[in-house]
């Protein structure tokens, strides 16, 4: 399967700062996606990127407060902006590869705001 | 958009039984429907997926099954072991891109020795 390098594994920020997130992919992958996981709940979609366009938003999630930038066909970036302790989660990069290994995951980077 | 319900939310089982999970969904566009089990602390790991073209998959212990006349998918574990204690979540893809998944809310699986 993919090799998905994301960094950092963790962190706790102080609320008003943010953060930014970093995935690597060992091949070159058309879609990158991010995912948000609060405490004990299931996975919802952030935002899609593409390399050379704009990030596409799900409802609820503005580029305002979780810009991404997708330079090339290998990383992807989510910063997470002006944090509260609401934005308290487990934030996974992943990538589609449908042709061989289908569908994975980052290993997540598990993100405390005090 | 597309809505994916699972249930049980929890489900305990004895070592050796079968465990069950349903999922339905709501878009009949819907055409990728893996499954991942997710460990404490853990990233969550594709286990099994299955396609709009297929109404069964197995693999080893693990074996989906889809409906999609009643827009219904399961999974199902034979002779469970505690090390496939885990919280199991479901998804589905409308087809214009797998990875844009809608998950179910998952459940927590624990088998007892």
């Known amino acids: 399967s993919a090799v998905i390098s994301q960094k950092p594994s963790r962190d706790i920020c102080q609320r008003g700062t943010s953060l930014t997130i970093q995935c690597q992919v060992d091949?070159?992958?058309?879609?990158m996606f991010w995912y948000r996981q609060q405490p004990g709940q299931s996975l919802t979609l952030i935002a899609t990127?593409?390399?050379?366009?704009?990030?596409?938003?799900e409802s609820g999630f503005v580029i305002d407060k979780f810009p991404i930038s997708r330079p090339n066909l290998t990383f992807s970036t989510l910063t997470v902006s002006n944090m509260s302790p609401e934005d308290s989660s487990i934030y996974l990069c992943s990538v589609e590869r449908p042709e061989l290994d289908g569908y994975t995951f980052g290993s997540g980077t598990r993100l405390t705001v005090v | 958009g597309e809505n994916v319900e699972q249930h049980p939310s929890t489900l305990s089982v004895q070592e050796g039984d079968s465990a069950v999970i349903k999922c339905t969904y709501s878009?009949?566009?819907?055409?990728?429907f893996p499954w991942y089990k997710q460990e404490l602390g853990k990233r969550p790991q594709l286990i099994i997926d299955i396609r709009s073209n297929v109404g069964e998959k197995k693999d080893q212990r693990i074996a989906v099954t889809l409906n999609k006349t009643a827009k219904h998918f399961s999974l199902h574990i034979t002779e469970t072991q505690p090390e496939d204690s885990a919280v199991y979540f479901c998804?589905?893809?409308?087809?214009?891109?797998?990875?844009?998944?809608?998950f179910g809310a998952g459940t927590q699986v624990v088998v007892t020795p």
């Open positions: 998804a589905a893809s409308n087809g214009d891109s797998w990875g844009k998944l809608q």
């Open positions: 091949s070159q992958v058309t879609m």
């Open positions: 878009d009949s566009a819907s055409n990728y």
């Open positions: 990127a593409n390399q050379g366009s704009e990030a596409t938003y």
